[in-house]
């Protein structure tokens, strides 16, 4: 929500014209997403004539028709919508603004933007709860998605912060570590690679290992660890969720590469077992990444602070019993 009240920015001078607030470009925006007056005026808790008097003193500021009427209501001009960019990005820096003063003075408040690699869904909302339970008045916007596609979010800065298991070394960011990542080859109970005694990367080689998608940290992850070890990666089946690539695990079709916070109550369960092998599992950890040239709203520092004081403690919950203390 806007806070706009009855607040009234020092005017700006354009020649001999002057805009006197906010109120003018807000009606303008909500007109405009709306594509009517009378639903803007409820929304606005405005009557019509007043959203008429608000276009009307704006058009007069810059000597521009902004709106016209159309059969189904009304329409920006051009004029109208170059204003209108405008004016979106006006509301959201006074948003911020308005926002980073609350934190300032100890109140979050404000709409927190968050990414997060698909690996990581099966916790981070627990953590979003927690945080938004400490301070009642953040909103939570979250994104999931592959790894490629939350670099993506990133750089476009239709996020602040994102979390993921590798940074983008392509990116100027700046990423903190804030807790641990078991990951680990794992495989049903019955399948044959659990009867062979110890097993090795040759022998993982040989099987239809389940794999994600291209463009997924894991993918990168797994081909990389063949890849160094000079062997061929022999794909059974790319999948582009975890809980698929899980259940297909879970039938028995191959062995699979999942971090254990995504399958812990299915080892605890006996429906899947990490495979004994040398390293396996083994720890990688979890990072809040941000862009280093962008300045961060307040409250995504304050869930930055959050992640690196509690993230490690609520992650380790999630693991398989045998796993929880030594991790």
């Known amino acids: 929500m806007i806070l706009l009240s009855n607040t009234r920015l020092k005017p700006l001078s354009f020649g001999s014209m ?4 906010l109120r003018g470009l807000q009606t303008l925006h909500t007109v405009a997403r709306l594509g009517s007056v009378s639903l803007a005026a409820d929304e606005l808790h405005l009557s019509q004539s007043a959203v ?6 704006l058009e007069a500021c810059f000597g521009a028709q902004l709106v016209v009427r159309t059969g189904r209501g009304v329409r920006l001009t051009e004029a109208g919508e170059i204003l209108d960019g405008y004016a979106d990005r006006l509301l959201k820096v006074w948003d911020e603004a308005h926002d980073d003063i609350a934190t300032f003075l100890g109140e979050c408040s404000g709409t927190l ?12 909302p627990r953590l979003l709860v927690n945080f938004a339970n400490e301070n009642p008045r953040v909103k939570v916007k979250l994104q999931v998605g592959n790894r490629d596609a939350i670099v993506r979010k990133l750089v476009a800065q239709e996020i602040d912060l994102a979390v993921m298991g590798q940074p983008p070394h392509e990116l100027k960011v700046a990423a903190a570590a804030f807790a641990k990542n078991v990951v680990a080859f794992v495989a049903a109970p019955r399948h044959a690679l659990m009867s062979r005694g110890q097993a090795t990367l040759e022998t993982l080689a040989d099987s239809r290992l389940l794999v994600r998608e291209r463009g997924s940290g894991s993918r990168a992850t797994v081909e990389r660890i063949f890849k160094e070890a000079g062997l061929r990666l022999r794909i059974g089946s790319e999948l582009s969720s975890n809980e698929s690539l899980k259940q297909m695990c879970v039938a028995g079709f191959g062995p699979a590469y999942l971090s254990l916070q995504t399958c812990a109550l299915e080892i605890d369960a006996g429906q899947l077992c990490v ?22 709203p307040g409250i995504a520092t304050v869930f930055e602070q959050f992640l690196c004081r509690s993230g490690e403690q609520e992650i380790r919950r999630l693991l398989p019993a045998q796993w929880r203390q030594s991790a």
Do not use: D, K
């Open 52 to 57: 008429s008097v608000q276009i009307s003193e």
């Open 275 to 296: 495979i004994p092998m040398p390293n396996n599992p083994f720890e990688r950890e979890w990072f809040v990444v941000r862009l280093a040239s962008r300045e961060m």
């Open 18 to 21: 002057r805009i006197g607030s």
């Open 113 to 124: 933007e968050v990414g997060v690699v698909t690996t990581a869904e099966c916790w981070l």
